[in-house]
């Protein structure tokens, strides 16, 4: 396993070559991103929407796929943020009669109005949640080169997400969507300002990277309703989403918005059962994952097994942040890149990941074998070691002893 930071020139004359084909040779490719994806000319960029589905395998398909997939974007923008904000717009300009067949107060299921209020109590949890993405970095606050002009186009008088969730005085709950007895979702790693007064707001015609992360989630929700929202989704989105907004090459920088809605659909594909309640302890849910992690360790590491095991320490403590969040909360943004480079590439889609999580217990065995159950909740739920070329070292040293 390479570091990808070492963007050495025969590696990327590799990635250049399996690339170059008229058909990229999947297991090649695979095998190539699994050790780290080199920065350079936007190859990650292009080999995640490989290995997520989005680009098919062969070349001359592309150009006529991303531009039905963008189209097929704006008109997701056109139906669910233009024209409920432009009706809103309508009816705060005259009075209507309440006597009309929809209004506010229509207490029937089918009213736009009633719709419109649900949607909002989504929109305030996502709001809230992606303005504290990653408050170490600037760049979720910063204004985006590639503003979306369907939005904020100086004529409209209609409602922004930005201006519906200042308007909206529903106070939606919160709801504890936190399961199995996990009671912080975010990692004592990331601290956020006090209070959202110290985001300063763009002005009109501008909108901060959080906004387009903003965007892209409220419409994922509104097209899954069986899924929605939930906390937790906004940290899987923002790695994606950066990784292409800081594609090198603008004419992929441009359409990062619409390539990221459908490459997060399709993770949210493969991992949704993790965010499902009800599915929490079927094979496919959370639970059956994170008894896996634990039988893993048996498997290679017994000591520190029955260790964790006497201590009552349950995977749930710890593994549900790790398994849901991709370990998006664990290290910082580009070390999660850097594994995530290795997870997408893993054919067997996220069996890899059991591993890193195995590989971050046993590369701390000393301690936690060492410690008392107070500290060695902490060593899990703050994990110490940042060097993740170490850990997927460790990972893949437990994947070949198999």
């Not at 719709?115 to 809230?128: A, G, H, M, R, S």
């Not at 080169?145 to 939606?172: A, G, H, M, W």
């Not at 849910?285 to 498997?299: A, P, Q, R």
């Not at 997408?344 to 590989?359: T, Y």
């Amino acid at each position: 396993l390479s570091d990808a930071r070492g963007s050495a020139p025969l590696r990327i004359a590799d990635f250049q070559e399996v690339l170059g084909e008229p058909t990229v040779a999947l297991a090649k490719l695979r095998e190539l991103c699994f050790s780290g994806i080199p920065f350079d000319g936007g190859l990650r960029c292009l080999c995640w929407k490989i290995l997520l589905n989005y680009l098919p395998l062969e070349k001359a398909l592309w150009s006529s796929l991303l531009k039905k997939q963008r189209d097929l974007y704006s008109q997701f923008l056109k139906e669910m943020i233009i024209q409920p904000g432009i009706a809103k717009a309508n009816l705060g300009v005259s009075r209507e009669d309440v006597t009309l067949e929809d209004h506010p107060l229509n207490p029937n299921p089918d009213s736009r109005w009633n719709t419109y209020f649900k949607d909002n109590e989504v929109l305030l949890q996502i709001d809230k949640d992606v303005r504290r993405l990653y408050p170490d970095m600037a760049f979720f606050q910063r204004p985006t080169d590639y503003p979306c002009l369907l939005i904020l186009d100086p004529q409209n008088e209609f409602e922004t997400l930005r201006r519906r969730v200042e308007q909206t005085t529903l106070k939606s709950q919160t709801v504890a969507r936190n399961r199995s007895g996990v009671t912080n979702v975010s990692s004592p790693l990331k601290t956020t300002p006090s209070s959202l007064s110290e985001y300063e707001v763009l002005p009109n015609g501008c909108e901060a990277h959080w906004e387009v992360v903003e965007r892209i989630l409220f419409i994922y929700a509104k097209l899954n309703p069986g899924i929605a929202y939930v906390q937790g989704m906004n940290e899987i989105v923002g790695p994606l989403y950066y990784t292409f907004a800081t594609d090198p090459n603008s004419e992929w920088k441009e359409h990062a918005e619409a390539d990221t809605f459908f490459c997060f659909t399709n993770l949210m594909a493969e991992i949704r059962d993790n965010f499902i309640k009800s599915l929490d302890d079927s094979q496919c849910g959370i639970t059956y994952k994170m008894e896996k992690v634990y039988s893993t360790l048996k498997e290679k590491d017994v000591e520190l097994y029955l260790k964790l095991q006497e201590q009552n320490i349950k995977p749930q403590f710890f593994a549900f942040r790790w398994l849901t969040l991709l370990l998006s909360q664990e290290f910082l943004l580009p070390d999660v890149i850097r594994i995530w480079d290795s997870l997408f590439a893993d054919d067997k889609r996220f069996d890899f990941l059991l591993l890193v999580c195995c590989a971050m217990l046993t590369l701390i065995r000393d301690q936690l074998l060492e410690g008392d159950f107070t500290l060695n909740m902490r060593l899990l739920q703050d994990y110490p070691i940042s060097d993740v070329h170490l850990i997927l070292k460790k990972a893949k040293e437990l994947q070949d002893s198999k």
